[in-house]
């Protein structure tokens, strides 16, 4: 399985990008895929998830309502809409495959396969 996540930019507070992880191989239908993030210094964070048939999401609280994750089966993409960002959001941000039920979609070490990564800049 290879993900490829692209859509990074610099952007000023409040601004949007859409970020896309683009996803070949096996199985990639059949699990689901989340978003992280990891900011200079910190641990990488859950940011949002999303079941293989696009029925299911999960959010971290600090995105709720201003972020929102979506797939496309048909062509193995999942997207992560962010709006209203702000510089807390800055970020190296990560797709990756989870393996494991949803009481562990929240953890990194759950997820067997990633992307390699899109920074994402968020001016004041």
């Known amino acids: 399985v290879q993900l490829q996540a692209y859509g990074g930019g610099l952007v000023q507070t409040g601004g949007s990008l859409r970020l896309f992880c683009a996803a070949s191989?096996?199985?990639?239908?059949?699990?689901?895929q989340g978003w992280f993030r990891q900011a200079p210094g910190k641990e990488r964070e859950f940011v949002a998830a999303i079941t293989w048939n696009g029925a299911n999401t999960n959010y971290a609280d600090s995105v709720k309502g201003r972020f929102t994750i979506s797939r496309d089966k048909a062509n193995n993409t999942v997207y992560l809409q962010m709006n209203n960002l702000k510089p807390e959001d800055t970020a190296v941000y990560y797709c990756?495959?989870?393996?494991?039920?949803?009481?562990?979609?929240?953890?990194?070490?759950?997820?067997?396969?990633w992307g390699q990564g899109t920074q994402v800049t968020v001016s004041s």
């Open positions: 191989g096996r199985t990639v239908n059949s699990n689901r």
């Open positions: 990756a495959r989870h393996r494991g039920p949803l009481s562990t979609v929240a953890r990194s070490a759950s997820y067997d396969y």
